[in-house]
């Protein structure tokens, strides 16, 4: 019989490998639930297309959320610039009498317990409880991971596809016996399948599964099957909303292929967002060649991802990294992609990059830990300082951002908006009124309504359109001072429109349609 190439602690303690999984998990989800206390969970702009999909979604009326085109009557409009996954599973508390907001914190919880969990098993299984412990702590310790759990995003169930998807392709990679490797391949692709489902950028790890199932040694006919067993649920429930989308959205694409230019200053944000990641630091302190820090860190990192693979001594461990590495280049490859030819306006921020953080901790967990043991005794406390003073930095910058959202909210859930003058006005004088604004999520939190964009500021015959549009069907304007970047249109141009100032509040103003002398 083939001796297993798994470290021995996997064969002698699986109750203690199970135990610091469950128990790492639940100090995750324990986490989120406390982070998102009131004034939390933050509200993003995104929020409003899950939250409201999900409500929509939980009454029997389909995948609708409370945001639509000026010029269509229908204040609703279909879900399509985002997948249905979060949605999906947020309406599941609904429907036992959750509300919107405590229903996407349940999930995101479970979320965060499964792939803290799963990827504590699955590092202690490659590398030892140790390793499994030392990223249990650095993923809970990581600024972008905690960010993404502050507020209502999909970043969480994301995050557990993703893992599940790892896990699956070293499995497969791990038999001998084909049925099995059948059966995992099938795994693999479901996971990839629930990640493009839950993010469009979860096409990198359909990718990535489809390439590692067609990589794996076999005959080219036995490597095709597994590689159209991996595809076929990704084709099934992908497919098949893709087709939904085209159906209810008509001639309106998910987004508008093409080639967009401005990358220098994208590609500079992402280097910025690396760095913050790899010198914490609070947004009141600075540090003097953080820069080159972060740099030498990034070599440091790559070399201990690389020698650690080249002498762990288990072949296991080597296919876990490769996996890793392999995900994580995917997903590399899909942010350039979409932000050239899908979508200019793609900034590579702490939430966009956080997938990959986590693939690039995971990896290193494994990889470090394989270097550890045959380093020498200066390397191994040099490189034990590094990382103690990275997890000391990281937890401070983390905390800091967990207690100011605890006092203040998080983005639309903060003061501002929660005692908005301007949403009172609307609240008191205009319950019936069709609504037009530039802040649709914010309507939609605090005002519990659906309502419609703006027109595009440059467009003047689309605003006098709009002005008529609006005496035909009774509506108002809610134009708040915060400007948005996605409803430019300014008080300026709407008065030029035909639009006048029913009411002026702190935050904005309310315009109505002039009436017109005939």
Not at 382 to 387: D, E, K, P
Not at 480 to 493: A, E, G, I, K, M
């Amino acid at each position: 019989m083939k001796e297993s190439d798994l470290p021995n602690i996997t064969r002698s303690r699986p109750v203690g490998t199970l135990l610091a999984a469950l128990i790492a998990g639940a100090i995750a989800a324990a986490v989120v639930l406390t982070i998102t206390q009131p004034p939390g969970p933050g509200l993003d702009p995104d929020s409003a297309s899950y939250l409201g999909a999900a409500q929509s979604l939980a009454q029997g009326r389909g995948y609708r959320i409370p945001i639509s085109d000026w010029a269509t009557a229908d204040s609703t409009s279909p879900l399509s610039h985002f997948p249905p996954g979060y949605p999906t599973a947020v309406a599941m508390p609904l429907l036992v009498g959750a509300s919107p907001s405590q229903a996407a914190r349940f999930v995101n919880a479970i979320a965060a317990f499964v792939d803290v969990a799963l990827g504590v098993w699955f590092v202690a299984n490659v590398a030892g409880v140790i390793a499994s412990v030392a990223l249990a702590l650095a993923v809970l310790a990581m600024p972008p991971f905690l960010e993404v759990h502050l507020s209502i995003l999909s970043e969480p169930l994301f995050f557990a596809c993703m893992v599940g998807a790892l896990v699956a392709m070293v499995d497969l990679s791990a038999q001998t016996d084909e049925r099995r490797r059948i059966h995992c391949a099938f795994l693999a692709g479901l996971a990839a399948a629930a990640a493009m489902l839950t993010r469009y950028a979860g096409v990198a790890v359909v990718g990535a599964v489809l390439l590692w199932t067609f990589v794996q040694p076999g005959e080219r006919g036995t490597r095709m099957r597994r590689l159209l067993v991996a595809a076929l649920p990704v084709a099934f429930l992908v497919g098949a909303w893709m087709v939904r989308v085209h159906l209810t959205s008509g001639a309106h694409a998910i987004r508008t292929l093409g080639t967009y230019g401005g990358f220098a200053g994208t590609l500079s944000m992402g280097i910025s967002t690396a760095v913050a990641w790899l010198v914490p630091l609070m947004s009141d302190q600075t540090l003097p060649g953080r820069g080159w820090i972060a740099l030498a860190l990034a070599v440091a990192l790559v070399l201990a991802i690389t020698v650690g693979a080249r002498i762990t001594r288990h072949t296991t461990a080597r296919r876990a990294i490769a996996a890793t590495m392999m995900l994580a280049g995917c997903y590399v490859v899909v942010l350039v992609l979409s932000r050239l030819l899908a979508d200019p306006a793609i900034p590579f921020d702490d939430r966009i990059l956080s997938p990959l953080f986590l693939l690039v901790t995971i990896g290193a967990a494994i990889a470090i830990s394989a270097w550890w043991r045959e380093a020498r005794l200066p390397a191994r406390v040099l490189a034990g300082a590094a990382l103690i003073a990275w997890f000391g930095a990281s937890l401070t910058v983390s905390l800091d951002e967990a207690s100011w959202a605890l006092e203040n909210g998080q983005d639309l859930a903060e003061t501002q908006w929660t005692e908005s003058p301007l949403l009172a006005w609307a609240r008191a004088n205009a319950p019936r009124a069709t609504l037009y604004t530039n802040w649709p999520p914010a309507v939609f939190f605090h005002l519990h309504r659906a309502s419609h964009e703006l027109p595009s500021a440059a467009d003047m015959s689309a605003l006098r359109a709009f002005a008529d549009t609006m005496r035909v069907r009774n509506g108002i304007v809610l134009l708040f001072d915060q400007p948005n970047p996605d409803q430019p249109v300014s008080d300026t141009l709407l008065r030029s429109a035909g639009l006048g100032q029913l009411a002026r509040r702190s935050d904005g103003a309310v315009l109505a349609p002039l009436r017109v002398h005939r």
